[in-house]
């Protein structure tokens, strides 16, 4: 029996999102939900409230409010730490020399500016899987559609960046 699927929450942020879906897709993620947000400061405020007061909090709240993200709820046997590992280390510049191959390696401007965001453990992927898709149910979708996914019984709906049971 095949590894039970795990979830993770991705964020694309403003400054990529065609290469970062194709990585996606690429390293056999499905993609259970998908939408794109314009967030405005209360809600930057809001989701990233644990960095309140430190140095670059700011500069994180301007940037994510800029223009448009990408959510993505992902599935795949290690979610978190392949989604992670795909996205590279959070500190940019240096990123761009030791892991050039990652995301932020390859598209990270600055360490607020560093492309896209991840869970860092399954009940802070439930609380912010929960913050931008308030209705999926991790329950419901385990029971459901988890086994259907991870049997490979769906396709991806390209033009919302989801995969759809077959």
């Given amino acids: 029996m095949k590894n039970i699927l795990k979830i993770t929450l991705a964020i694309l942020k403003p400054d990529v999102v065609k290469e970062i879906r194709h990585r996606i897709l690429k390293a056999g993620f499905y993609v259970v939900q998908s939408r794109s947000v314009n967030?405005?400061?209360q809600q930057v405020e809001d989701f990233?409230?644990?960095?309140?007061?430190?140095?670059?909090?700011?500069?994180?709240?301007?940037?994510m409010k800029s223009g448009p993200i990408h959510v993505h709820i992902?599935?795949?046997?290690?979610?978190?730490?392949?989604?992670?590992?795909?996205?590279?280390?959070?500190?940019?510049?240096?990123?761009?020399?030791?892991?050039?191959?990652t995301i932020r390696g390859s598209y990270g401007l600055t360490d607020t500016r560093n492309c896209t965001h991840g869970s860092d453990s399954f009940s802070s992927a439930l609380r912010e899987i929960?913050?931008?898709?308030?209705?999926?149910?991790?329950?419901?979708?385990?029971?459901k559609h988890e086994p259907l996914l991870r049997k490979g019984e769906c396709i991806i709906d390209y033009s919302t960046f989801t995969h759809k049971i077959k």
């Fill in 39 to 41: 967030l405005s400061h």
């Fill in 130 to 143: 929960k913050y931008f898709f308030p209705n999926f149910s991790y329950e419901e979708w385990s029971e």
């Fill in 74 to 101: 992902l599935a795949h046997p290690e979610a978190i730490q392949l989604w992670r590992q795909i996205m590279g280390p959070t500190k940019s510049f240096s990123t761009q020399f030791e892991f050039p191959d």
């Fill in 48 to 63: 990233y409230s644990e960095h309140a007061g430190r140095f670059f909090h700011q500069r994180l709240v301007t940037f």
